[in-house]
């Protein structure tokens, strides 16, 4: 089954522990994408990978990282997390060729006390 | 810059009614429109896109939009709504010439759907 696979589904942690979200897709598609959704704002885009290696800002990159060394892999890092990163994290995939139609995993629910 | 604006952020309808979710638009270029849905604890869902062919988009579950330049909107239909439509609808736009993964979501539409 074609799909992206986002782990772990929910995570509560605290203040300054560093912390990994996972995103695996299976469907080799070349596009990945992280997203934030918060209430009334719909979601924002945090990071985005055109391919392997190559890695871009979103428009609320402040406080993540990301890494793309497998092309099916795509993980959100938050390194010294903050309670205002608490939100509802989407990851994306899709073909590049097929303009701006991506496939999003179930999301994650990261609270950070 | 483009961006994107959903009027309602909640919507309530009777089975069987006609649905109706507006969304307007703002775009220096002919943008790429979309429309998502998300069901409760899911991720989302394409529902329909528009880039520039034909003006009147069909998309899964009876859903249709149609693409009006002149009023820069792009509203969501469906004749009848179903008890399983009830979930948040996201208006998107994208720069057709932008980077290809830059999208803008509207801050979203709760759909309540009642017997």
């Known amino acids: 089954e074609a799909q992206v696979t986002q782990n772990p589904r929910y995570l509560i942690t605290v203040t300054g522990k560093k912390l990994t979200v996972t995103c695996s897709q299976n469907?080799?598609?070349?596009?990945m994408s992280w997203y934030r959704q918060d209430p009334g704002l719909g979601l924002r885009q945090i990071y985005y990978?055109?391919?392997?290696?190559?890695?871009d800002k979103g428009d609320v990159p402040e406080g993540y990282k990301v890494s793309r060394k497998e092309k099916r892999n795509f993980p959100l890092i938050l390194e010294s997390p903050s309670p205002n990163q608490t939100s509802l994290y989407f990851c994306?995939?899709?073909?590049?060729?097929?303009?701006?139609?991506?496939?999003f995993g179930a999301g994650t629910r990261l609270s950070v006390l | 810059a483009q961006s994107v604006t959903q009027l309602d952020s909640h919507v309530s309808v009777s089975e069987g009614t006609p649905v109706l979710l507006r969304c307007n638009y703002s775009?220096?270029?002919?943008?790429?429109l979309f429309w998502y849905v998300q069901h409760p604890n899911k991720g989302l869902q394409l529902l329909l896109k528009y880039t520039s062919a034909a003006t009147l988009v069909k998309g899964i579950n009876g859903f249709e939009a149609e693409f009006k330049k002149s009023e820069t909107s792009f509203h969501l239909t469906k004749p009848s709504a179903h008890m399983s439509d009830a979930a948040e609808y996201f208006c998107v736009v994208s720069l057709t010439t932008d980077s290809w993964g830059k999208l803008q979501f509207g801050a979203g539409t709760q759909v309540v759907v009642t017997p």
């Open positions: 775009s220096s270029y002919s943008p790429s």
């Open positions: 994306a995939s899709g073909l590049v060729p097929v303009k701006n139609i991506q496939y």
């Open positions: 990978s055109m391919n392997v290696e190559v890695t």
């Open positions: 469907m080799n598609h070349e596009y």
